[in-house]
């Protein structure tokens, strides 16, 4: 990322504009964000290919209609730069804003936040956008290292990690299956996958035939 620094676009000409509002209520305009992201494209002489508005959407969700779709055009090329209005109208999280980034560079699409001041168009843009995906992966690391030290921890106490175990009546099983059950069937009244019925039924076999060994003589 940092190394793209000596890259510098010419131009940009075809660009996204995306607003956000989480309420319609208090006087919350997305026109008021629209108006100067406009107006910022006139000074600059960007051509606004398409404008985007989520509505009364709260940042913190995963799917935003109008987001999802100025993505869709992202991915098809058909602009060369994204502009908003603040980095919270655009992303959730840092992270959010460091993956939509790399992606757009990846793509070789500029984003530009006009109240922030940064254009990943220009060289101190791109070193502002390193130095966010520097601290996203710090922020990463910090949370793998708690997630090892309470996996650590529980384990110490001899707490079960991972899926919860399930219940397995071997003597049903074989049961059912000597009647001629199908698995199928015997899946509906156990309440088990296929295949751990099967692996069950697999690994009694061998202590099945040895309590029906008739003991020699």
């Known amino acids: 990322m940092i190394a793209d620094i000596g890259r510098e676009k010419t131009k940009t000409t075809r660009v996204a504009l995306y607003a956000r509002v989480s309420t319609l209520n208090h006087g919350q305009d997305p026109e008021v964000q629209l108006r100067e992201l406009r107006e910022f494209c006139q000074r600059r002489g960007f051509t606004i290919a398409n404008e985007f508005v989520d509505k009364g959407i709260c940042g913190s969700r995963e799917k935003r209609p109008a987001l999802d779709k100025l993505l869709a055009d992202c991915r098809k090329r058909l602009v060369d730069a994204v502009v908003v209005y603040r980095y919270d109208r655009f992303a959730r999280s840092l992270r959010q804003l460091v993956n939509a980034l790399e992606e757009f560079r990846s793509l070789g699409i500029d984003f530009i936040s006009i109240h922030e001041g940064v254009d990943?168009?220009?060289?101190?843009?791109?070193?502002?956008?390193?130095?966010?995906?520097?601290?996203?992966?710090?922020?990463?690391?910090l949370i793998r290292d708690r997630v090892r030290s309470g996996l650590a921890a529980a384990k110490a106490k001899g707490k079960h990690i991972g899926r919860p175990r399930v219940a397995v009546d071997v003597r049903r099983i074989a049961s059912l299956r000597c009647q001629g059950r199908s698995w199928a069937e015997i899946t509906r009244e156990?309440?088990?996958?296929?295949?751990?019925a099967q692996r069950t039924q697999a690994s009694s076999l061998p202590k099945t035939h040895a309590a029906t060994r008739i003991p020699s003589a």
């Open 120 to 141: 990943t168009s220009t060289a101190n843009g791109r070193l502002v956008f390193g130095i966010f995906a520097s601290i996203a992966e710090f922020e990463r690391e």
């Open 190 to 196: 156990t309440g088990i996958s296929k295949g751990t």
